[in-house]
């Protein structure tokens, strides 16, 4: 832990986020979901996608690369499946509508898939397949986004972290959930090393002559100017299967693009044609699928507790004392969370400051 890391009380940074977000304009609601999908990260311990990316989205409000009010436009639709236009509003908001839409579906029609088109954004890709889990649903969710990983074989920056999450319940009070890019790490793990003042390891980013790059405060630069890549999961070249990681990028920007007839790839940079800010137009993609019209939920639920249970109660690596299923370190992370508070690091304790003062938030007494 940094020297200086202050803990603040989940329920005060919540309030803090709704509140920056309601004073850039975004109206009551939409800014309280926004500050419910950004604290969910923080309290899972995703640090790359909570409170830390708060001033991203504050910055791109005011420069107008996000519009503050939402307008959620139904293009097209059927029973099962909808086509949405997002118009460039607030990511947390389209996405929380659209996967809320697509339940609705679910719940009607036993399946339920909402695309969407000129979004930005959206927060922690977890957050959306738990809204499912709620309903007694299986949640589906994916993203693209800004050019950050290089296809296998090449150094270029195309395809965004592009991101997989899937939620389902079980028997358990962990719900299975899984979310992760499809890149070996995202552009908020080295923002969130840049912040810690960590070097970025070895084999996570290549450069343009094929080597890996470590400094965490360049590799930012150097990603907006198509100088360094992620690289897809399994790292380099096939050897370890970094062609799978690829393959699954690249899956991830046909459900965010080619459904919705959206942008993908080098259209996701933010910048036009003449190099000046514009809107990122992101796609997402969102699934919901009703339990009770393929089974009933709780044999369902008692199966895969099952599946779960036994996949941890298998044969250990020596020296290890556990094996997890994906979902329950960040729900044993979120218990720590509520009781400790969210760790501030200076670097991050600086943007907030610098938020307070220029919106005049000093209801917030902060220990920094």
């Known amino acids: 832990m940094l020297e200086n890391t202050r803990f603040i009380p989940v329920d005060v940074l919540q309030n803090f986020i709704r509140d920056v977000f309601t004073s850039v304009g975004v109206p009551e ?10 604290i969910a990260s923080d309290l899972r311990g995703v640090e790359s996608h909570g409170i830390g ?4 989205y504050y910055d791109r409000i005011k420069n107008g690369q996000h519009l503050p009010v939402t307008n959620f436009e139904i293009v097209r639709e059927s029973p099962a499946t909808a086509t949405v236009d997002g118009h460039h509003g607030v990511g947390m908001v389209i996405g929380h509508r659209a996967m809320t839409l697509a339940i609705e ?10 695309a969407v088109r000129n979004s930005t954004h959206f927060g922690i890709d977890g957050y959306y397949p738990l809204m499912a889990v709620r309903a007694g649903m299986i949640g589906m969710s994916f993203t693209n986004a800004r050019p950050s990983i290089s ?44 912040r810690k003042e960590l070097p970025t390891p070895t084999g996570w980013v290549i450069g343009q002559d094929g080597s890996f790059l470590t400094d965490s405060p360049a590799i930012l630069t150097q990603l907006t100017q198509s100088a360094a890549a992620l690289l897809p ?11 799978k990681g690829y393959g699954l ?19 996701l940079t933010g910048f036009d044609p003449a190099g000046q800010k514009s809107h990122f137009r992101i796609g997402h993609f969102f699934m919901a699928m009703n339990i009770e019209s393929f089974t009933p939920l ?31 370190k960040e729900y ?12 501030i690091v200076p670097n991050l304790q600086t943007e907030i400051k610098i938020m307070q003062a220029e919106l005049g938030l000093n209801q917030y007494k902060f220990p920094f």
């Open 29 to 38: 609601e939409e800014a309280a979901i926004s500050a419910e999908i950004l």
């Open 53 to 56: 990316r708060l001033k991203m």
């Open 105 to 114: 579906k679910a719940r009607q029609v036993g399946m339920g898939a909402v």
């Open 151 to 194: 296809p296998t074989f090449g150094v270029q920056p195309m395809l965004g972290t592009n991101p997989i999450a899937f939620g389902c319940p079980t028997d358990e009070d962990c719900p299975f959930l899984f979310d992760a890019a499809t890149s070996i790490t995202q552009r908020g793990k080295i923002e969130t090393l840049t």
């Open 233 to 243: 999961l399994g790292g380099a070249g096939e050897e370890l299967g970094g062609h």
């Open 249 to 267: 990028a690249t899956m991830v920007e046909i459900f965010s693009a080619a459904l919705q007839g959206g942008a993908f790839l080098q259209m």
């Open 298 to 328: 709780e044999e369902f639920k008692k199966t895969t507790g099952g599946i779960l249970r036994e996949l941890r109660a298998s044969r250990k690596t020596p020296g290890q004392e556990r094996i997890y299923t994906a979902g329950e």
């Open 332 to 343: 044993e992370m979120e218990k720590l969370v509520r009781k400790q508070g969210v760790a």
